[in-house]
Nanobody, 122 residues
């Protein structure tokens, strides 16, 4: 497993942007497929975006496609989530995850961060 630490969350107004970071402990970071999930109060944890280990291809949930961009820096063992045109519906705790397979489901990931709160006011 790999240790993951998210950062970059905060309170912003609708229409604003934020960039989340996920720092990984493993020197083998480039061997992991990485994902972002989010969980709002009273809701299940849902897929947001993922990025492959092979060629950095990004995959997105329909609700964020065109607004969010996932990227990774294998040199610095860090994944990012650039979030633009934020909406109140994006309010949630955002988690990063690492796994051997690329998945849009939580079960596909072995390691999780502690989460970072994103709050978007209207």
């Amino acid at each position: 497993q790999v240790q993951l630490v998210e950062s970059g969350g905060g309170l912003v107004q609708a229409g604003s942007s934020l960039r989340l970071s996920c720092a990984a402990s493993a020197r083998t970071f480039n061997k992991y497929n990485m994902g972002w999930f989010r969980q709002a109060p009273g809701e299940v944890r849902e897929f947001v975006a993922a990025i492959t280990r092979e060629d950095d291809t990004g995959y997105y949930a329909g609700s964020v496609k065109g607004r969010f961009t996932v990227s990774r820096d294998n040199t610095n063992n860090t994944m990012y989530l650039q979030m633009n045109s934020l909406k109140p519906a994006d309010t949630a705790v955002y988690y990063c995850a690492a796994g051997a397979v690329l998945s849009t489901h939580t079960l596909g990931y072995d390691s999780w961060g502690q989460g970072t709160q994103v709050t978007v006011s209207s």
